[in-house]
Structures are given as C-alpha cells and as structure tokens.
C-alpha cells in the first residue's frame, strides 16, 4: 500500500510520527515494513492486510488529536513575497517561533504552497498555543497591512506615470497641430520649420512673403490672411 502525501497538514503529521518513534513501533507491533521516500511525498507500507488496516486505523486516531494541535494560513501572493528569504516578515516570524519554542510551539514558511503552519507539539498546552497563534496572526494582519499600503502606493504612481504620460501626449499633438496650422498665408506651405510669425497679427509666413508683399501695388503692404 502507498500513502500519498498530498498536503503540508499531511507530511507534518507523519514527520511527527516518525519524530516520536510512533510510526516505527506500529511498525514493529504489526510486522509491517514502512519506507518513506526522500522527497517526503509519499510512504509505502508492505506486509499482511489486515495488519496495514491496523496502522491506517492508527493512523487516524492520532491525526485528530494532531489536527487539535495544526493551524494553517493560507496567504496571498502579495503577502507571501513579503516572507522571503532575509525578508523583514521572515525575521519577525523566527523571532516568535524562537521565543516560544520552550513552550513546544513552532511555526514555519512553506514557499511553495504560499502558507505560514502553526504546529503544537504534543506536550503544548492548548493556552500556549492558543497565545501563539494570536501573536502570529498579528503578524500577519500587519504584513497583510503593509502589502495593501504597497499596493496603494504603485498604484498612485502608475496613474501619476499615466497622467504625465497623457499629458505629454496632449503637449505633442498640440505641437503638432500648431506644426501643421503654421502655413504660409501666401503660397500655402505647410512647414513650421521654414515659417516664420508676422507680429502685426500672428499669422506665418515664409520667404515667398517678401517677393510677394514687394511687387503688390496695393499699399499699406497687408497680410494676405487680414485682407
């Protein structure tokens, strides 16, 4: 028979079995030979059926008195990042695991499932771990706090990067539209390079203008535009 071990709630209690010595002395009681591979996936059990029936029965009735004693946080991607290695949260978490340690409680980071295990060993009394968890989650709910600020803050400044964004947008189509509105009110070039500002009354013109306001008989000399 293979028992798969599917979940942190799972490998934690086998890992407790195999800790105490419990495992193996079912084992032994019931002739039963048990290996558990090297990636703490799965145990593979050989020996009489009727005897691995015993050990799965076993089994289970230790697993509820250890699901009294497992606590389990599942975190977001946000929060879970903020406990990385030689992060700031994964500090703190040491910290409350080494102070309570004496008191048989521990805690832990599993990375790969985004998730904090609260475990009482089974000596724990139920009021030390009960004062445990409560400093933990409050751990949590500040991390939890500081992700939400974090968040609020890149979100600020994506919309200030996308209202500099428009804004320099709208200044480039301004400038582009000015470009193309500075044609020359006598030929009709469109070039904002090329024209130049009469200051009488704003409108462009380019060289053209002087062959053209030189030979016009009509006097004052008028922009073409204002006539």
């Excluded at 009294?68 to 978490?93: D, I, M, W």
């Excluded at 509105?181 to 013109?205: M, P, Y």
């Amino acid at each position: 028979m293979k028992i798969r071990l599917n979940t942190d709630q799972q490998k934690e209690l086998f890992n407790e079995l195999e800790e105490i010595g419990e495992i193996q002395r079912w084992a032994s009681e019931l002739a039963l030979c048990i290996n558990k591979n090297k990636y703490n996936t799965s145990i593979e059990i050989r020996g009489p059926q009727i005897a691995q029936g015993q050990l799965m029965r076993r089994i289970a009735d230790y697993s509820d008195e250890f699901n009294k004693r497992f606590r389990e946080y599942q975190l977001n991607a946000t929060v879970a990042a903020l406990f990385g290695r030689q992060k700031a949260a994964s500090v703190k978490l040491k910290q409350i695991a080494s102070h309570w340690s004496s008191k048989y409680c521990s805690t832990s980071f599993i990375p790969k499932t985004s998730t904090i295990l609260i475990i009482g060993k089974p000596k724990v009394s139920f009021a030390d771990m009960n004062d445990y968890e409560k400093e933990v989650v409050q751990l949590l709910n500040e991390q939890t706090v500081t992700a939400v600020n974090e968040d609020s803050e890149d979100e600020e400044e994506k919309e200030d990067e996308d209202e500099d964004d428009d804004a320099e947008e709208r200044d480039m189509k301004t400038i582009e539209v000015r470009g193309q509105d500075r044609g020359c009110v006598f030929c009709e070039t469109k070039s904002s390079i090329s024209t130049s500002i009469l200051r009488i009354c704003g409108h462009s013109f380019c060289r053209c203008a002087a062959q053209v306001l030189t030979t016009s008989s009509t006097l004052p000399l008028q922009c073409k535009q204002c006539k």
